[in-house]
């Protein structure tokens, strides 16, 4: 009795040491109730460290730096007039044709350029960019964190000396949190504040608050028609979407918002943001064959993916994306010397995705150019860690003779992923190295 109490009071200590449960929301005014309390600047280190990765997690940025700026700049004008305007806020455009949007803790937002090409206007933008930043300034996923899911993950991040990368380190528990916090899905009463969070901020920044249902009635019709399963994996499946929410969202308009939605002052902005999209709007016919031949893959015809890859790539020419998926296949089909000049071509036009990297180490490690393929897997690993790069970086270590350094890593793949085939991999390797 008297030990199990001892150490209950040494619990109750270490508990108490954890356990702030008072914080303030900035936007409801309210208590939140939190296993660890994350301050602001707790919550812009997490966004920080995982925006890169979640980033990379997703396509990469889409390579267009007028529409980057263009993006940007309607961002800063919401956030400016929001609860939080001290927030470091970026928002990014992502190489994914899945329609989707998502927010960060500490205000890191990105749009699809699956979601960009479905919009007709400014005011529609703003109304999705409103309603990410609704979930930055209320905390919700801050609040998810708080409760216990993706908490060790978060405290991990936090504890972490920044700047460290490699594996096993901040950067690869920075790509898990990413992960999981992409994987968070709101609740409805969140997505309902959200909502009205993003219509506020839309009408104080000068935008008509009737872009916003106009793109709930697209999402409505989206769903209507027998919504595409893009929709439902994507946007639908974070942002949960019901007839119910945007009939609370129009309520809202209509008794906050009646008169500027009738006032020519409260604007759409429908030509600057064609133009804007102009140039994306081209590639849409190459990404939908590039969309096409990742199915084909992943279904298993790897030649079939091939030919409509190399067609995605006359349609929309000199996109890294696609280049790096057609070098990819052609990797995938053993054929390392038609892959090398798409890998070369993707990297010379975006150096900073993880992937093409990925595929670019794999082709020198094949030619038996170990320098080289150390270079880029060492880059794979900085923008994203993975299995599968670790593995191969260690391969590369090995040839070079750095034998306690391909140990280290092997290593740390085994202790991560043990139930993987590249973990089992990398246990053998690590036996095999040190009975030498
Ligand atoms: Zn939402």
Same mark, same amino acid.
């Given at each position: 009795?008297?030990?199990?109490?001892?150490?209950?009071?040494?619990?109750?200590?270490?508990?108490?040491?954890?356990?702030?449960?008072?914080?303030?929301?900035?936007?409801?005014?309210?208590?939140?109730l939190?296993?660890?309390?994350?301050?602001?600047?707790?919550?812009?280190?997490?966004?920080?460290?995982?925006?890169?990765?979640?980033?990379?997690q997703?396509?990469?940025?889409?390579?267009?730096?007028?529409?980057?700026?263009?993006?940007?700049?309607?961002?800063?004008?919401?956030?400016?007039?929001?609860?939080?305007p001290?927030?470091?806020?970026?928002?990014?455009?992502?190489?994914?044709?899945?329609?989707?949007?998502?927010?960060?803790?500490?205000?890191?937002?990105?749009?699809?350029?699956?979601?960009?090409?479905?919009?007709?206007?400014?005011?529609?933008?703003?109304?999705?960019?409103?309603?990410?930043?609704?979930?930055?300034?209320?905390?919700?996923?801050?609040?998810?964190?708080?409760?216990?899911?993706?908490?060790?993950l978060?405290?991990?991040?936090?504890?972490?000396?920044?700047?460290?990368?490699?594996?096993?380190?901040?950067?690869?528990?920075?790509?898990?949190?990413?992960?999981?916090?992409?994987?968070?899905?709101?609740?409805?009463?969140?997505?309902?504040?959200?909502?009205?969070?993003?219509?506020?901020?839309?009408?104080?920044?000068?935008?008509?608050?009737?872009?916003?249902?106009?793109?709930?009635?697209?999402?409505?019709?989206?769903?209507?028609?027998?919504?595409?399963?893009?929709?439902?994996?994507?946007?639908?499946?974070?942002?949960?979407?019901?007839?119910?929410?945007?009939q609370?969202?129009?309520?809202?308009?209509?008794?906050?918002?009646?008169?500027?939605?009738?006032?020519p002052?409260?604007?759409?902005?429908?030509?600057?943001?064609?133009?804007?999209?102009?140039?994306?709007?081209k590639?849409?016919?190459?990404?939908?064959?590039?969309?096409?031949?990742?199915?084909?893959?992943?279904?298993?015809?790897?030649?079939?993916?091939?030919?409509?890859?190399?067609?995605?790539?006359?349609?929309?020419?000199?996109?890294? /994306?696609?280049?790096?998926? #057609? &070098?990819?296949? +052609? !990797?995938?089909?053993? %054929?390392?010397r038609? =892959?090398?000049? @798409? *890998?070369?071509?993707?990297?010379?036009?975006?150096?900073?995705?993880? /992937?093409?990297?990925l595929? #670019? &180490?794999?082709? +020198? !490690?094949?030619?038996? %150019?170990v320098?080289? =393929?150390?270079g @880029? *897997?060492?880059?794979?690993?900085?923008?994203?860690?993975?299995?599968?790069a670790?593995?191969?970086?260690?391969?590369?270590?090995?040839?070079?003779?750095?034998?306690?350094?391909a140990?280290?890593?092997?290593?740390?793949?085994?202790?991560?992923?043990?139930?993987?085939?590249?973990?089992?991999?990398?246990?053998?390797?690590?036996?095999?190295?040190?009975?030498?």
């Open positions: 009795m008297r030990i199990s109490h001892t150490r209950f009071m040494l619990f109750a200590a270490l508990a108490l040491l954890f356990v702030s449960g008072c914080a303030v929301n900035p936007v409801t005014g309210r208590q939140e939190a296993l660890f309390s994350i301050s602001a600047s707790q919550e812009v280190k997490l966004g920080q460290e995982a925006f890169p990765k979640a980033v990379q997703m396509g990469g940025e889409y390579d267009d730096s007028t529409l980057a700026a263009y993006v940007n700049g309607v961002g800063d004008r919401l956030a400016k007039v929001a609860e939080r001290e927030l470091p806020y970026e928002f990014k455009v992502l190489n994914d044709s899945t329609p989707n949007a998502f927010a960060l803790p500490g205000g890191f937002v990105a749009i699809t350029r699956g979601l960009l090409v479905n919009l007709e206007n400014e005011a529609q933008l703003a109304a999705v960019l409103g309603h990410e930043i609704g979930h930055v300034t209320a905390r919700d996923s801050v609040q998810g964190m708080q409760r216990g899911a993706l908490l060790n978060g405290l991990s991040v936090l504890s972490a000396a920044t700047g460290s990368s490699g594996y096993g380190t901040l950067a690869q528990q920075a790509g898990q949190l990413a992960a999981g916090l992409l994987d968070n899905s709101f609740s409805r009463e969140q997505e309902r504040q959200a909502d009205r969070l993003g219509v506020d901020y839309m009408v104080r920044a000068g935008y008509n608050p009737r872009g916003s249902v106009q793109l709930q009635e697209f999402f409505y019709r989206t769903v209507e028609g027998g919504a595409e399963p893009m929709w439902l994996t994507g946007l639908f499946r974070t942002h949960p979407f019901s007839r119910e929410r945007m609370d969202l129009q309520a809202y308009i209509a008794e906050r918002y009646l008169l500027q939605q009738n006032d002052r409260f604007i759409f902005n429908e030509q600057p943001f064609q133009r804007a999209i102009a140039d994306l709007k590639t849409s016919e190459g990404y939908a064959l590039y969309d096409k031949a990742r199915e084909q893959e992943a279904g298993g015809d790897v030649s079939g993916a091939i030919a409509t890859y190399l067609q995605a790539a006359v349609k929309a020419p000199d996109q890294a /994306l696609i280049l790096t998926q #057609l &070098g990819m296949a +052609y !990797l995938h089909a053993g %054929d390392v038609a =892959a090398r000049p @798409h *890998l070369v071509r993707a990297v010379q036009l975006d150096g900073s995705y993880y /992937l093409s990297r595929g #670019l &180490g794999v082709v +020198y !490690l094949e030619l038996d %150019d320098p080289s =393929a150390v @880029h *897997l060492e880059k794979s690993m900085d923008l994203l860690p993975t299995d599968r670790g593995y191969l970086l260690a391969l590369g270590y090995e040839k070079q003779g750095r034998t306690l350094e140990i280290d890593l092997y290593r740390q793949i085994a202790k991560t992923s043990p139930n993987s085939k590249v973990g089992q991999a990398a246990a053998q390797k690590v036996t095999e190295l040190q009975s030498r």
